[in-house]
T-cell receptor, first 110, second 109 residues
Framework: DAGITQSPRHKVTETGTPVTLRCHQT?????MYWYRQDPGHGLRLIHY???????DKGEVSDGYSVSRSKTEDFLLTLESATSSQTSVYFC?????????FGPGTRLTVL | SQQGEEDPQALSIQEGENATMNCSYK?????LQWYRQNSGRGLVHLIL?????REKHSGRLRVTLDTSKKSSSLLITASRAADTASYFC?????????FGTGTSLTVIP
C-alpha cells in the first residue's frame, strides 16, 4: 500500500456542511492525487499535487479545494457538500511510473 | 473528458478459460497501465506498457497496445476464481492519469 492512509474511512454528512478528507503518506513521495469513483465513471481526477504548496486541477475539480502544507499530507476539502459529491474518494501517490492507492473514503452527503 | 472506455463492461467466464478486455483512449500517451480493484478496495497496479511497445507479458497477463487505433487489450490466461475483480486501464499523460470505466470480471469456479 506504499504507506498511504486515508481518514476518515467513512463519513455521513449533510448538504451544505464543510468536509475535509485527509491523505497521509510515509515515504516522501512528491506527487499525490485525489480521485473520486462513481458507478459508470471509473476514477476521475479531482486535484493533484507535485510538491508542498504546488497543486493543480483535474477534470472534476469544481466544488473541491486542496492543500498540501507538508510533504506527507494532502487534504481535500468540500467547502459546502452537495449530494452529487456522494462518492468513494481515493488518494494516490506515484512511485516510479506506477500509482499506489490508499484504501478509500466513502462519503455520503444527505 | 479524456477518460477512456473499456469493453465489455462485464464479463463472466468459467475457471480455466481466458478473459480478454479492451480499452480505448483519446489522447497521445507516455504509457498505458492496467489496474485491478477488488470490491471495496483501492486499485492495484498490474502491468505497464510504454507507447513504443506493442506487447508485454507478466505471468498470466498479456497486454497489447496499438497507438494508431488508441487501444489496448488485457488477456488473462487460465483464469482463477481469485481473478474476480474490476479491471481498469489508465493512460499516463504527463503525470496526470486518466482511467477507463472498467470491466467487471467474474470467474465462476
Amino acid at each position: 500500500d506504499a504507506g498511504i492512509t486515508q481518514s476518515p474511512r467513512h463519513k455521513v454528512t449533510e448538504t451544505g456542511t464543510p468536509v475535509t478528507l485527509r491523505c497521509h503518506q510515509t515515504e516522501n513521495h512528491r506527487y499525490m492525487y485525489w480521485y473520486r469513483q462513481d458507478p459508470g465513471h471509473g476514477l476521475r481526477l479531482i486535484h493533484y499535487s507535485y510538491g508542498v504548496k504546488d497543486t493543480d486541477k483535474g477534470e472534476v475539480s469544481d466544488g473541491y479545494s486542496v492543500s498540501r502544507s507538508k510533504t506527507e499530507d494532502f487534504l481535500l476539502t468540500l467547502e459546502s457538500a452537495t449530494s452529487s459529491q456522494t462518492s468513494v474518494y481515493f488518494c494516490a501517490i506515484i512511485a516510479g511510473e506506477v500509482q499506489y492507492f490508499g484504501p478509500g473514503t466513502r462519503l455520503t452527503v444527505l | 473528458s479524456q477518460q477512456g472506455e473499456e469493453d465489455p463492461q462485464a464479463l463472466s467466464i468459467q475457471e480455466g478459460e481466458n478473459a480478454t478486455m479492451n480499452c480505448s483512449y483519446k489522447t497521445s500517451i507516455n504509457n498505458l497501465q492496467w489496474y485491478r480493484q477488488n470490491s471495496g478496495r483501492g486499485l492495484v497496479h498490474l502491468i505497464l506498457i510504454r507507447s513504443n511497445e506493442r506487447e508485454k507479458h507478466s505471468g498470466r497477463l498479456r497486454v497489447t497496445l496499438d497507438t494508431s487505433k488508441k487501444s489496448s487489450s488485457l488477456l488473462i490466461t487460465a483464469s482463477r476464481a481469485a481473478d474476480t475483480a474490476s479491471y481498469f486501464c489508465a493512460t499516463d499523460v504527463g503525470n496526470q492519469f486518466y482511467f477507463g470505466t472498467g470491466t467487471s470480471l467474474t470467474v465462476i469456479p
